[in-house]
C-alpha cells in the first residue's frame, strides 16, 4: 500500500500543519500492517521506529511528536514543561505555542481532536476515548489554554461512528450524569443497548467549553478497514496517529 495521510479541512491559519496518518505506506506485517506508529502495541520496535520516520517525512513535520503516554483521563500537559524528558508523560492531552514542537494523539476508535488559536500561536491535541470525553478532557484541554475559548478552532479526525460503536447503560449514564442533553448522541438498539456518536458528544462538550467552530467528523474507522485501524473491529491491531504543530 502506498504512503497516504488525512490533511485537516479547516480554515486554520497556513502556518498549521494539521492531519492524520492512515495504516498505509509503512513497515509493520500482520495485524499491526503497514503504518503502525505505536510502540505499545506489540508491534516491533524496529518497525514503529521506521514508521514513525516516514510519518515525519511524507507528513513534512519538522520533528518527531512529542508523545504522550495516553491513559484515558483528562491531564493535559504543556510541551514546553520538564515532564517532557526521556519518558512520555502519562496524560491525554498535549499543548504547545513554541515553534516546531508537534503536539499528537494515537488512535483506532478512539476520536482524535485537534485544536488551534484562529492566530495559530497555540495548538493541541486531544484523545477523546468514551472515558476522556465523559470525564471532560476537551473541557480540560480548552482550559489549560491560554487562547480564549471563542479564539480557538476545533477538528475531529477519523473515529467509530455511531453505526457501528454499542455501548451498554454505563456509557449512556456516564454523560447524561455531566449534561442531561448528551442523551440526544445515543440511539437505542434492537439489543436494548446503545449506539453512541462520538462526534456529536465531543462537540456538545467543545460548546460547553466554549468552543463553537468544529470541522471535520464522518470518517468512520470500524468501516474503513483499508485506511483506519480500528480495536473494536480487529481487537489486536495498530494505531493511527493525529498531529498539529506550528511550522513558523
Not at 486554520?12 to 509503512?26: C, E, F, N, Q, V
Not at 516491533?44 to 491513559?71: F, H, Y
Not at 470541522?215 to 493525529?242: I, N
Amino acid at each position: 500500500m502506498s504512503a497516504d495521510w488525512i490533511r485537516a479541512d479547516w480554515p486554520a491559519p497556513h502556518r498549521i500543519l494539521a492531519g492524520t496518518t492512515t495504516r498505509s505506506g509503512g513497515a509493520s506485517r500482520g495485524v499491526y500492517a503497514s503504518l503502525n506508529v505505536a510502540g505499545h502495541v506489540g508491534d516491533t520496535d524496529e518497525s514503529v521506529e521506521l514508521n514513525r520516520q516516514k510519518m515525519i517525512e511524507m507528513c513534512g513535520l519538522p520533528a518527531e511528536p512529542r508523545w504522550i503516554r495516553q491513559v484515558h483521563g483528562t491531564r493535559v500537559a504543556h510541551t514546553g514543561s520538564v515532564e517532557f524528558g526521556d519518558t512520555a508523560p502519562a496524560a491525554d492531552a498535549a499543548i504547545a505555542d513554541s515553534v516546531g514542537e508537534v503536539c499528537a494523539v494515537l488512535t483506532a476508535d478512539c476520536l482524535p481532536i485537534l485544536l488551534c488559536a484562529t492566530d495559530g500561536s497555540e495548538v493541541a491535541a486531544a484523545h477523546g476515548g468514551w472515558r476522556g470525553l465523559a470525564a471532560g478532557i476537551c473541557e480540560a484541554t480548552v482550559a489549560a489554554m491560554s487562547t480564549a475559548p471563542e479564539s480557538l478552532i476545533a477538528w475531529l479526525g477519523p473515529a467509530i461512528s455511531q453505526s457501528a460503536f454499542e455501548v451498554g447503560n454505563e456509557v449512556r449514564a456516564a454523560f447524561i450524569a455531566a449534561d442531561r442533553s448528551a442523551a440526544s448522541c445515543f440511539s437505542k438498539n434492537e439489543h436494548g443497548r446503545w449506539q453512541a456518536d462520538l462526534y456529536a458528544l465531543a462537540r456538545q462538550r467543545l460548546a460547553a467549553a466554549g468552543v463553537g467552530n468544529v470541522y471535520g467528523g464522518g470518517l468512520c474507522t470500524y468501516a474503513d478497514a483499508e485506511r483506519f485501524f480500528s480495536y473494536r473491529r480487529d481487537g489486536e491491531c495498530g494505531r493511527m496517529a493525529s498531529f498539529i504543530v506550528r511550522r513558523w
